[in-house]
């Protein structure tokens, strides 16, 4: 019989880069019981991403965070909107090229994250954020595969 | 007790654009009866995208078009696939650094939404198109959380 | 009633390009019986990723790799990260602006795919490697819509 359970998960993040939510994530999908289904992450906010990345090497994040600020450069005169300041609107195209959701199946009460894959927030704002993120969890509770 | 609804969902737009279907989307879940769940919105095309930005100052959407056609130059030498003029692989382009998939939770009949988001259907070709969306919302009907 | 089935799809790559996996695919849907659902891909690594994309022309393929190989140069000095090689950040960057998942709703048994879209894994190390995919698929058994 499947079932559902929603929840909301809140990262406090220290400013821009990526903080990884993994442990958090797998927190709330055993506090659902569910063993076989689906986890689905849903960010409520257009200045910050989730990301499935390498949870090995730090330098790997350092390296995103590198070419993404020189790809989308902050105060860049392209942009119009720089309502809160020059990291406003490359926040919002780090967001549009990356990713608001996130689904990863649950088997045998596991996430089924590669043995390098960490799930990860992304802070594109400068400042520290409280971040909220809507969790979904489906499938069936207490039994193995 | 779960159960499933799946629709479908046409939008025209009116050329290269963000049209925000936040109204609509919101109508395929009200129609559905499910209060609490998930909704996958899927687009049925190549060459257009799914977002979720923010709702608020225009600006932002203006910047995102701007940002993305200096990105990817329409008649870029590089491309050789130019079958249906030199907006045709940009367009490609575009769709595979952003979404044609989006998930969103559903709690006590409303989107999870965040307080500046929006559903957006991005057009990326220059001339506007009638935009195909397979809709599925799967979760529990008539009552509260 | 809803059901649910988990499965896993591995796939060899023969380097650095798009693989279509299509078929592949629709058989894991067609063994799970479900005919009106969802599917769910979720592909267990952080230097390939998932796409849907144009299976018509094969130059929308080449120009994708075209496009990909000249905005995240391999062997980029910006990078520190290159334990395995040249290639090894650019494809996290390149994995961090596609997909690492993938939802797809099922409509009388078949994948509610557009009729030019392709569902492609995309090798981005030069290597080919053997890719292994979580498969979720949920919904309805055995009847039509």
Redesign the interface.
């Known amino acids: 019989m ?3 359970h ?1 929840s909301t998960l809140t990262v406090q993040t220290p400013g821009r880069g990526l903080v990884e939510i993994t442990a958090e994530v797998r927190a709330a999908v055993a506090q659902s019981r569910i063993r ?3 986890l ?1 992450l ?5 200045s910050a991403s989730l ?4 949870n090995a ?1 730090p ?2 994040r ?3 965070e ?2 993404f600020a ?3 450069g902050d105060g860049d005169p ?4 720089r ?1 809160e300041g020059p990291d406003d ?1 490359p926040a ?2 780090r ?11 649950i ?1 045998d009460g596991r996430l ?6 960490g799930v990860y927030l992304w802070e594109h704002r400068l400042r520290g954020h409280a971040r ?1 993120l ?3 969890v ?3 509770a207490g039994k193995s ?1």
Chains 1, 2, 3 share one sequence.
Do not use: C, K, N
Request: aromatic letters at 6%; hydrophobic letters at 50%; a negative charge.
């Open positions: 499947l079932e559902q929603l076989q289904g689906l689905t849903f960010l409520r906010h257009t990301l499935i990345q390498e090497d330098d790997v350092a390296d995103l590198r070419f020189r790809l989308i392209l942009f119009q909107h309502t609107m919002h195209v967001s549009a090229i990356t990713a608001t959701q996130l689904a990863v199946p088997v089924a994250l590669g043995t390098w894959q909220e809507a969790v979904h489906m499938g069936e595969a």
